[in-house]
Antibody
Framework: QLQLQESGPGLVKSSETLSLTCTVS??????????WGWLRQPPGKGLEWIGS???????SYKSSLQSRVTISVDTSKNQFSLELRSVTAADTAVYYC???????????WGKGTTVTVSS | QSALTQPASVSGSPGQSITISCTGT?????????VSWYQQHPGKAPQLIIY???KRPSGVSNRFSGSKSGNTASLTISGLQAEDEADYYC???????????FGTGAKVTVL
């Protein structure tokens, strides 16, 4: 059973960089029919896709975040990571990592990690 | 890419059936048979309950069913139970440039 687990700081200062890692267990991150993604949910609001990566390194990002986001993959550790630069209070959210089958929405979610941006 | 439109709230009595709509465009729901639905209880991660419009993952109750017509997808919950009270989100694949678009979310209340 595939499982995903987010890890990283729960508090980030405004204007700094938010960095999170997702560890995949119960399966290989190198499956060709899968993308791996980051999503977030601000307090009291809906779900937002941030970006996705294939094990080959191919990425796609939400256009409004593209200038601040980098997603990378480490196949040797079965992990993928998120960097979000120049954060503001608007980036405060629960961040989820997820599995995205090819041309499909999320099938498996991590438990989520809360990140608060402080001034 | 704009969010898919869902009603903010839907309610029903135990045992009744309710339907949640999810309206998109010809660029997302109208072009792909890859609509998914998620149930999210407070403080929990979303859980997949429908994928590819009308397929249920193993372990999901057959009281949940999905359908699509044109640019609108729908989730029906039959035999409503107290445990169904949660937020529900739809999601559609939307092509290479912006692959995924989510719905605005619908809160289901069991009266």
């Amino acid at each position: 059973q595939l499982q995903l687990q987010e890890s990283g700081p729960g508090l980030v200062k405004s204007s700094e960089t938010l960095s999170l890692t997702c560890t995949v267990s119960g399966g290989s991150i190198s499956r060709s029919t899968n993308f791996w993604g980051w999503l977030r949910q601000p307090p009291g609001k809906g779900l937002e896709w941030i970006g996705s990566i294939h094990y080959s390194g191919s990425t796609s990002y939400k256009s409004s975040l593209q200038s601040r986001v980098t997603i990378s993959v480490d196949t040797s550790k079965n992990q993928f990571s998120l960097e979000l630069r120049s954060v503001t209070a608007a980036d405060t959210a629960v961040y989820y990592c997820a599995s995205l089958p090819l041309s499909n929405c999320v099938d498996i979610w991590g438990k989520g990690t809360t990140v608060t941006v402080s001034s | 890419q704009s969010a898919l439109t869902q009603p903010a709230s839907v309610s029903g009595s135990p045992g009744q059936s309710i339907t949640i709509s999810c309206t998109g465009t010809s660029s997302d729901i109208g072009s792909y048979n890859t609509v998914s639905w998620y149930q999210q209880h407070p403080g929990k991660a979303p859980q997949l309950i429908i994928y590819e419009v009308n397929k249920r993952p193993s372990g999901v109750s057959n009281r949940f069913s999905g359908s699509k017509s044109g640019n609108t997808a729908s989730l029906t919950i039959s035999g409503l139970q107290a445990e169904d009270e949660a937020d529900y989100y739809c999601c559609s694949y939307a092509g290479y440039s912006t692959p995924y678009v989510f719905g605005t979310g619908a809160k289901v209340t069991v009266l």
